[in-house]
């Protein structure tokens, strides 16, 4: 008798959440992302008499020269890094003058490589960026390339990666006689799209913005 009654019980309060179930209208759970208090685009002028372009850049970050490439001496004293402490991010400014002497490594085999003294040609420095770029290609669920031209007169290529790349959003800029500069985003944090989407289309913003007040200039 007892067992029956327990039974009885579990059918009502089983029947009793299925009729307020009914009652209920169903919502599919979007796919959301952590919510992140992301500034104000604002602006300011970066222009370094001792550097051979300027740009404006953001208000909440700082640009700082680079010391250290990823483990290795940087090759110009033109290079400057744009630093965002608050979302532990990092744009690379590498410069390279066209026609100008570089240390290039060359590969002796067996993952081993000896530095050589070339030149910057310009073909060579568009193809390395393209290069660069398709190294995300093992983690890449895309790669688009972008050309634009300025109203100041810079050409270059946008370059956005899709997936869990190192680097989501790359560029170079060039006048493809003199001066050639690249950009890469960068985080230290392990890559992640789905949680890094919000603040890598906010940086972008500032990147287009950095891209379309870039100029060349003479260093006097």
Known sequence: MKKNNFTLLLFVIFWTLYLQACNETYTSKKRGYYKIDLPQHQYQLFNDPALPYSFEYPVYSKIVQDTAYFDSNPESPFWRNIDFPVFNARIFLSYKQIGGKALYKIPIGEGKYKDS??????????????????????????????????????????????????????????????????GALYFSSTPNADSLKPVQEFLQKDMEHLINTFRWKEIK
């Open 117 to 182: 003294l070339g030149t910057n040609q310009f073909d060579k420095l568009v193809n390395d960026a393209f290069t660069l770029t398709s190294k995300n290609e093992v983690v890449a669920s895309s790669i688009t390339d972008s050309l634009f031209l300025t109203k100041n007169g810079v050409t270059g290529v946008f370059f956005k990666v899709g997936g869990n790349a190192a680097t989501a959003k790359q560029f170079f800029l060039t006048d493809s006689v003199k001066n050639f500069i690249r």
